[in-house]
């Protein structure tokens, strides 16, 4: 995509680079991270995804937090306990419900999990469990911002909008030794 294809976002770059699940993406700005990509079907499709949605063109040089956060992704992928809470977001296109249940969710460490229920109650809204979702729908830094760790009330898997959707998502929870349901797979993911 061409650099300044978004006015908001005009010195936006994206780079791949694999892991063990495949290739993910990340797009940062001078403000931070903007999108984190988790493998599509292919490593076309996952370079098409990021480069679209972030508005982003493509960059072989990293700055040192982004290299970081590189090393880091690709660390958690191979089963290393992992923090990502201190990673530098581009927020400028959340509002300030959204920016209160990223920063919510980010205290969620490795190994943990919540409901949308708890979530919206820990913000001091407990009737916004339905808006907190919708934001973990919306999430375009899918493990810095863990929304694989926001489980349905009854405690069962729930949505997962990355590529593989429920099974990704409870992979991801293995891989952490945090299963919810302990049902197996029900279509592959990134992980098979």
Request: hydrophobic share 40%; glycine share 10%; proline share 6%.
């Amino acid at each position: 995509m061409a650099q300044g294809a978004d006015p908001d976002r005009a010195e936006a770059r994206f780079h791949l680079f694999d892991t063990a699940i495949g290739p993910c993406g990340l797009a940062w700005s001078a403000a931070g991270l903007v999108q984190v990509q988790l493998p599509e079907a292919s490593e076309a499709a996952t370079e098409s995804r990021l480069g679209r949605i972030a508005a982003a063109s493509w960059s072989d040089a990293l700055p040192p937090d982004i290299s970081d956060c590189e090393a880091r992704m690709r660390a958690y992928f191979d089963g290393v306990e992992t923090d990502f809470s201190d990673i530098t977001l581009d927020l400028s296109r959340a509002n300030e419900f959204t920016k209160r249940v990223y920063a919510e969710l980010r205290k969620v460490g490795w190994g943990q999990t919540t409901s949308y229920g708890a979530l919206a109650k820990k913000l001091g809204e407990p009737g916004a469990a339905r808006a907190v979702g919708a934001a973990m729908g919306k999430n375009p830094w899918p493990l810095i911002v863990p929304c694989h760790r926001v489980l349905a009330a009854s405690g069962k898997i729930g949505g997962f909008s990355a590529y593989g959707g429920r099974a990704t998502k409870r992979h991801m929870l293995q891989l952490e030794r945090a299963d919810a349901d302990g049902a197996a797979p029900m279509l592959p993911g990134l992980f098979d």
